[in-house]
């Protein structure tokens, strides 16, 4: 069995900087190596630090670039640099050599060479190149070489996008290929893709040829580059970027690059060769307005501000090729996307919408019908593998081939065919046998048109997956408006939020109650928290107690945070085990509730944190309790204490948020006895449901907690005095220090005289008491009413 645990990176720019850092994410010993400084002259052989000076400054800047490589700063000490001179020869010693040096193919070969000069047999050889052919490597190299060798192209960055193409060559061994599949799946939490060998590989070939189709209608319609990011971004299910700042983003060379590249190299490609790249990107060219990475190119920032605080940004006029300011996109298309939740119907609606942004959306797309259609069988195989790369390379929540299935596959074709285009022939021999699909769900499992035996297949991988989309034929166990119990299968029930942005109002609180309720008294093993959803939960409902504490109604609101803890500490004092899968923000109540779950499996991006503070509030979801709880258990016989509670102290008045899994453990919020990360977001219900059947084994009901050790009046001067050194610091303001004050009180267990044991009810109690207070304080709900209206926090 291969194993990987050391790999050598060669090349230290952006790419390979930033390919060395998820490696040390995933735990693996990394040696990134690089060039020797153009000053090497001057320097002594023994000035090691300024002979990897590349190396390590590209590595330094990474560190500190947003969005962070690292899930935690600390693991850049798996990283070890050097440089290609004096450091080559120890890659003998490493599992998996990957090359990410400049898209030049001599300088390829080059390195190539050395690498089959110290390389030990077996050892895997890969490629990042996005473009050059992977088989034009090989010249020269040796047979153990060429069958150990082939593509890996990661996405920029590489933590966090979630695609990684594994290109082989006739060369490559089949088990050198499905070790990669499956290791970037397994380990590396990537969406694998096999792609052939062809210009371009898959997401970049189709990706850019969509961005290429709307540049090139965008001027034939008539519309302003404001107007086609709106309709082109969350409206379809694209990033929030559309596709003019998307090409600000990817940089316009590079485009441009790519572009004409599939143009020159792709001479049966029937619609991407005739492309010419348009005037007004040929300016952005020729004045060296690059994008983002020069600060300029289709949107140009001028440092100013409106009259609400927001940055002026000025947008290329596409005819006169001036800038200037752009009206907010008013087109009926669009508003017809902001009415509709449900992505297959949005899309379906703008794509049918009879003003000129939905004849941009239903041109781009039939083209986009047409073409992916006709790359089959010469950039993949199978059709599955176009919608994964695309989902997961750019970011798209539907694939091309979803796209289609959503405005219906005989639909497409007649529209596509009276645009002019050509579709291929295997599309209407699949309607031709009743099959009207590309995709169908059973039995929870995904199927998809296999086009080689002409009848539906199980998407390769997908056993590995709980997706609850596949679950909507079967009727739920349960259900209300804001919450579905699903039967995932072995006896374990998953609990799906369906309320807006999941958040946790009445409706997922009695969800949660009722799952619990029916799986005690049923025959199931445990429960699942978990979605398919880019964000777990944003957390409570504030809306909800915006609205109660505005009409003051404080029993009412009593008696919502009062269920909000009591659903919490059921999580953990059931008879049957609860566990959490995370992904995205796990905010706030979010946060509290699987703090209180048996176990919680959280994707590597779960963003995680007790944010309430900033709303003016304290965690009233048992979240103060919990903290003050895990303080104690933490204090040991001749321990000092008042450290550990000034550290869950700042943790709360902060606002501290881990921004991946693995920092959440630093915070407090994970613990290692109970918690654990799932690298790929799409294995953490799976994961959860496996940890549930795990736990069910002779699985005991918790007692509520009577011996929860607090400080009183000791701790209470200890956190005090903390809460002023934030203020000196300015990291706090006075209605800030009020509301740490109230934190204090709370994690000490109120005015005690000295130390004491308290139950957890006892501290609920008083968290629910400051909560309320703090709900009567007009900065409180200055601050509530400026996150509702402007979705960030106001600090007054």
């Known amino acids: ?22 490696l040390a994410n995933v735990g693996l010993q990394v040696l990134l190596l690089d060039i020797l400084p153009p000053n090497i002259a001057d320097l002594k052989p023994t000035d090691q630090a300024s002979r990897n000076s590349i190396a390590n400054a590209a590595l330094a800047a990474a560190i ?44 390829k070969q080059q390195i190539f060479e050395k690498v089959d000069q110290f390389r030990k047999k077996g050892t895997l050889v890969t490629s990042n190149t996005s473009g050059i052919p992977i088989h034009m490597m090989l010249e020269g190299r040796s047979e153990d070489f060429q069958e150990h060798f082939c ?72 519309l302003s580059i404001t107007e086609v990011d709106a309709l082109t971004g969350p409206a379809i299910g694209r990033p929030n970027t559309g596709t003019f700042r998307l090409g600000d983003l990817v940089g316009h060379d590079t485009a441009a690059k790519v572009i004409q590249g599939i143009k020159d190299n792709c001479p049966n490609d029937e619609q991407a060769g005739a492309f010419e790249i348009p005037k007004y990107l040929n300016f952005l060219l020729e004045n060296k307005f690059l994008g983002n990475k020069t600060g300029q190119g289709f949107y140009k920032k001028t440092g100013e501000k ?9 947008a290329l006029n596409l005819d006169t090729l001036e800038y200037g300011l752009n009206p907010k996109p ?30 941009l959306v239903r041109r781009s797309l039939l083209g986009l019908f047409a073409y992916v259609s006709n790359r089959i069988p010469e950039i993949a195989n199978d059709l599955y593998s176009i919608d994964d790369a695309l989902r997961a390379g750019f970011a798209w929540d539907l694939g091309p081939f979803e796209y289609w299935d959503a405005i219906g596959v005989q639909e497409g074709i007649e529209l596509a065919e009276k645009q002019g285009e050509k579709v291929a022939s295997w599309v209407k021999e699949m309607l031709a046998a009743g099959n009207e699909r590309f995709y169908k769900r059973e039995a929870g499992k995904l199927f998809y048109y296999n086009i080689k035996s002409k009848a539906y297949k199980e998407v390769p991988g997908t056993e590995s997956f709980v997706i609850l989309e596949n679950y909507r034929d079967k009727k739920p166990v349960f259900q209300n408006p804001d919450a579905t119990l699903h039967d995932i299968g072995d006896g374990v029930l998953c609990l799906e939020y369906q309320s807006k942005a999941n958040t946790m109002g009445e ?43 505005y009409e003051q109604e404080w029993d009412q609101l009593g008696f919502a945070v009062k269920m909000f803890q009591n659903t919490v500490m059921r999580c953990r004092y059931s008879s049957i085990p609860v566990v959490a899968a995370t992904q995205g923000y796990v905010f706030g109540g979010a946060c509290e509730t699987i703090m209180h779950c048996d176990a919680a499996v959280c994707a590597a991006e779960s963003y995680i944190g007790l944010v309430e503070v900033g709303v003016g509030l304290l965690p009233g979801g048992a979240g103060t309790k919990e903290l003050a709880l895990r303080a104690s258990d933490a204090f040991f016989e001749g321990d000092v204490q008042i450290p ?33 990360v799932a690298v790929n977001a799409m294995r ?71 130390e004491q044991k308290v139950s957890e009810r006892y501290l609920l109690d008083l968290e629910r008491e400051a909560f309320l207070s703090l709900c009567g304080e007009q900065k409180t709900l200055e601050r509530i009413q400026y996150m509702l209206t402007n979705n960030k926090p106001l600090r007054n």
């Open 507 to 549: 409706g997922v609180l009695r969800g949660i109650n009722d799952a619990i309720k029916i799986a005690e008294e049923g025959d199931w093993k445990g429960l699942v928290l978990g979605n398919n959803a880019k964000n777990f939960s944003v957390g409570a409902n504030l809306m909800m107690v915006a609205m109660m504490a």
């Open 684 to 754: 953490n219900i799976a994961d959860a449901k496996q940890k549930v059947l795990e736990l069910a084994n002779n699985y005991v009901q918790p007692i509520e907690r009577q011996d929860v050790t607090v400080l009183g009046r000791g701790g209470l001067g200890a956190l005090y005095v903390a809460a002023n050194e934030l203020k000196l610091g300015n990291y706090a303001s006075e209605h800030d220090i009020k509301i740490a004050k109230k934190i204090a009180f709370v994690l000490c267990g109120g005015d005690l005289t000295g």
């Open 1 to 22: 069995m291969r194993r990987i645990t050391k790999v050598a990176v060669l090349g230290s720019g952006v790419m390979g900087s930033g390919i060395a850092c998820h």
């Open 644 to 676: 550990t509670l000034i550290e869950k102290f700042k943790t709360i008045a902060l606002a501290s948020v881990a921004t991946s899994a693995p920092q959440a453990f630093n915070l407090g919020y994970l613990q290692h006895k109970k918690d654990s």
């Open 330 to 359: 008013s087109l009926p298309s669009i508003g017809v996307a902001k009415q509709i939740d449900d992505l297959p119907k949005r899309v379906k609606a703008v794509f049918s919408a009879e003003d000129q942004g939905g004849e």
């Open 306 to 314: 409106d009259e609400k605080g927001k940055p002026v940004i000025l």
């Open 151 to 222: 593509g890996t192209h990661f996405f920029n960055p590489p933590r966090y996008m979630r695609l990684l193409e594994i290109i082989p060559t006739k060369a490559t061994r089949q088990d050198v290929v499905d070790f990669f599949l499956e290791y970037g799946d397994v380990y590396l939490g990537k969406q694998t893709v096999l792609a052939k060998d062809t210009p371009a590989f898959i997401a970049n070939r189709v990706g850019v040829y969509a961005m290429a189709k709307i540049y090139q209608l965008t001027t034939e319609i008539g």
């Open 64 to 107: 500190k670039s947003k969005p962070a490589p690292l899930y935690d700063n600390a693991f850049a000490s798996r990283i070890t640099t050097g440089n290609f001179e004096d450091d080559f020869q120890k890659i003998k010693d490493y599992d998996w050599v990957i090359e990410v040096v400049v898209e030049r193919l001599d300088i």
